[in-house]
């Protein structure tokens, strides 16, 4: 017997379905079930809870879900080879696992939550998990059908996520991740820990919606940042004329000297400028 269940240890269930790791599918198996269990846990109390897993491989992070208590878990994996194993942890936890053989990118979990929220808990791919985190981060309408992230990364990224002005990690997944949510790395874990094994640490990110984020529009906040961060080592004056607007008037919108670079700027600034640009482009659109 492991640490949270009686199924087999996580070794064997891979020899035996071949469940090699595949560098394509940026798969890295962590096999270490107490740490698959913190994992879980980070994401609070699992009792009456929808939990979307991306990528479960050979189901780790899915056994620590639920043996914690989730009362659903609905586990995406594109992998065809990873199907069988998690197909062994559906029977010990009949109708509590559901599995999709889908590409997480393409999938669209609303239809199967009923109008319930969800948490979404995950040890990402590691060559689509800005994608994905992008892609919730963007979802519309806002509030999302998701309650809480608990996701892991390479440690970099997750210095992108939660970065703030004049932080050296600070940029444009920065300014839309804590425009939107509230962000924390919770804790390392070490290459050691992965089949097979990383050249960089991973760390998990709790991400938090916030209910009423500063009012402006999504997409022009993305352009504003996107242009700012796009050439960053210059001022704003230079950056955002990519926009084909005035900088001077969007800097001046947001109470910052144009002179300024984009890493020194705080999300309220760029919500401000997002703000300007969509009505300066609205007002192009009503003119005769």
């Not at 780790?60 to 659903?72: M, V």
């Not at 309650?147 to 920065?174: H, P, T």
């Amino acid at each position: 017997m492991n640490a949270i269940d009686d199924l087999p240890p996580l070794r064997e269930v891979i020899r035996e379905h071949s469940l090699s790791a595949r560098k394509s599918l940026g798969q890295n198996f962590l096999l270490d079930l107490n740490l698959t269990a913190r994992i879980a846990r980070a994401a609070g109390p699992l009792e009456g809870s929808t939990v979307i897993e991306v990528g479960p491989g050979p189901g780790g992070l899915t056994r620590a879900l639920l043996a914690l208590g989730a009362k659903r878990v609905i586990a995406v994996e594109r992998d065809e080879r990873a199907l069988a194993p998690l197909d062994y942890i559906a029977k010990r936890y009949p109708g509590r696992l559901e599995i999709v053989h889908a590409d997480a990118q393409r999938f669209d979990p609303r239809p199967m939550l009923g109008g319930e929220q969800a948490k979404i808990v995950a040890n990402l791919p590691y060559n689509i998990a800005t994608a994905l985190l992008v892609d919730w981060l963007s979802i519309e309408p806002w509030p999302p059908w998701y309650d809480m992230m608990v996701l892991m990364f390479q440690r970099e990224v997750a210095e992108r996520i939660v970065a703030n002005e004049n932080d050296e990690a600070y940029g444009r997944l920065a300014v839309l991740a804590n425009w939107r949510t509230e962000t924390k790395i919770l804790f390392d874990i070490s290459p050691a820990a992965f089949v097979p094994q990383p050249k960089v640490t991973s760390s998990v990110v709790r991400l938090a919606p916030r209910s009423a984020p500063e009012s402006c529009d999504r997409r022009a906040l993305e352009q504003v940042a996107a242009a700012a961060f796009g050439q960053r080592r210059k001022m704003l004056r230079q950056s955002l004329k990519s926009l084909s607007v005035d900088p001077a008037r969007l800097a001046a919108a947001a109470h910052i000297d144009a002179t300024r670079r984009a890493e020194t700027i705080p999300i309220s600034g760029f919500v401000a400028m997002a703000r300007e640009l969509a009505d300066i482009r609205n007002i192009k659109t009503q003119t005769p």
